[in-house]
């Protein structure tokens, strides 16, 4: 009898047991707390180009010298903007190219991209970039989507046409190029 | 003679019923007892199992570098506190989760998935992320979403039982980043939550 009644508390023990773990089995903390995360991507919209300098060996009067042609390359990761505008500009139009005291003025100075027609960079401010009378703008592409790229040509010549040659020299300048969305 | 003996016992008598009766007074008066009235006292501790972000509940990363890896710079301090039954059995378990796991961070319609938000853990031991790991994992104990989840710690093993540990606490720290290398992002502030909860299983 006192085996029996043993035996009997132990099973009523470990029933207790079992039902305490089952029960117990599932329990959740209060919440869930939470962390909050953010991160900010700036927008970029870079320009490369192919070359570093073009050069060409000789200015041919009384016509359309040329350049070498390269490539512009637009990449662009952008939060808003629907067109993409590339603008070329010397910074004085009257000496774009110089050479000890003689100059090339930007009108004398065409450039295109694709097969546009050669146009001087002759033009005002464009899009706030640029100078009067010395900018161009160049190129526009679809800023749709607003994370891609692009690559056009641009080629470059100096318009001697109905004009003699400018005075023997070496003439250097610099074509400031820069992209902008809008 | 008998009647002196007679008086003699009787006087003996008296005087054992007087010093009885004084002294029946004299424990009435020193230690009266009244009737015992019982307060039940009832007392519950209820479980606990409580998860706190200590610090580091905002993350915030001002400039993302792109086809980089971007660390968090603060760490998330979490402190967890239980105080369970005996016997409660099973594994305590701190998990960590993302809902959406396509959309962890989000900005628009551009998503970091939580499969490029990479967690470490440094603390108390055991610990589960002891290298860097991405949330890609399923739920734990029914507690987290399928792709976006891990388990930053888990007590089985010696605490099998749990009797031993069945009340305790511990402090972690949670480190975050994200893993953008490959990862194309498009610009924008991505913002997510990331969630944590305790869970027995």
């Given at each position: ?27 959740l ?25 073009v ?6 009067a ?9 490539n ?18 010397f910074n ?16 004398r100075v ?16 464009s ?5 009067a009378?010395g ?16 690559t ?9 046409v109905?004009?003699?040659?400018p005075n023997?020299g ?13 | 003679m008998r009647?002196?003996?007679s008086?003699?016992?009787?006087g ?13 007074r004299a424990?009435?008066?020193?230690g ?18 409580v ?15 792109p ?6 710079p603060t ?6 506190e239980w ?28 998503n ?20 860097w ?5 399923n739920?734990v ?26 009340q ?20 924008g502030t991505?913002a ?6 305790a869970?027995?299983?």
């Amino acid at each position: 009898m006192n085996r029996m009644f043993k035996q009997v508390l132990l099973v009523g023990a470990l029933a207790v047991m079992a039902s305490s773990a089952q029960a117990q089995v599932g329990t959740l903390s209060n919440g869930p707390v939470t962390v909050v995360l953010n991160a900010t991507q700036a927008p970029t919209l870079t320009l490369t180009t192919s070359v570093a300098s073009v050069t060409m060996a000789s200015i041919g009067a009384n016509v359309v010298t040329p350049f070498p042609t390269f490539n512009v390359t637009a990449t662009w990761n952008l939060t808003a903007g629907t067109t993409i505008r590339l603008v070329g500009w010397f910074n004085t139009p009257a000496a774009a190219l110089v050479s000890g005291a003689n100059n090339i003025a930007s009108a004398r100075v065409v450039g295109r991209t694709g097969v546009a027609a050669f146009a001087p960079f002759t033009g005002a401010v464009s899009s706030g970039l640029g100078v009067a009378g010395g900018t161009q703008q160049l190129w526009s592409v679809n800023a749709a989507p607003l994370n891609g790229t692009a690559t056009t040509n641009l080629d470059l010549a100096l318009d001697y046409v109905g004009q003699p040659s400018p005075n023997a020299g070496v003439y250097t300048g610099t074509l400031n190029l820069r992209a902008i969305v809008q | 003679m008998r009647f002196r003996r007679s008086y003699l016992a009787s006087g003996m008598a008296l005087g054992l019923l007087l010093a009885s009766a004084f002294a029946h007074r004299a424990l009435a008066q020193t230690g009266t007892l009244g009737a015992p009235v019982p307060i039940t006292l009832a007392a519950t501790a209820a479980d606990k199992l409580v998860v706190v972000v200590m610090s580091g509940s905002v993350q915030t990363i001002a400039s993302l570098t792109p086809n980089a890896i971007n660390q968090f710079p603060t760490p998330v301090q979490i402190y967890t506190e239980w105080n369970l039954p005996y016997f409660f059995g099973g594994t305590l378990s701190l998990v960590a989760y993302f809902t959406n796991p396509g959309q962890a961070l989000t900005t628009g319609s551009a998503n970091i998935p939580s499969s490029r938000v990479e967690g470490r853990t440094s603390g108390s031991d055991p610990s589960l992320l002891t290298t860097w790991t991405p949330f890609n994992g399923n739920a734990v104990g029914g507690i987290g979403s399928a792709g976006g989840t891990q388990a930053l710690w888990q007590w089985p093993g010696y605490c099998g039982l749990l009797i031993f540990c069945r009340q305790g606490d511990r402090t972690d720290q949670l480190d975050l980043r994200l893993n953008l290398v490959g990862y194309p992002t498009s610009a924008g502030t991505y913002a997510g939550v990331l969630n944590i909860r305790a869970v027995i299983y």
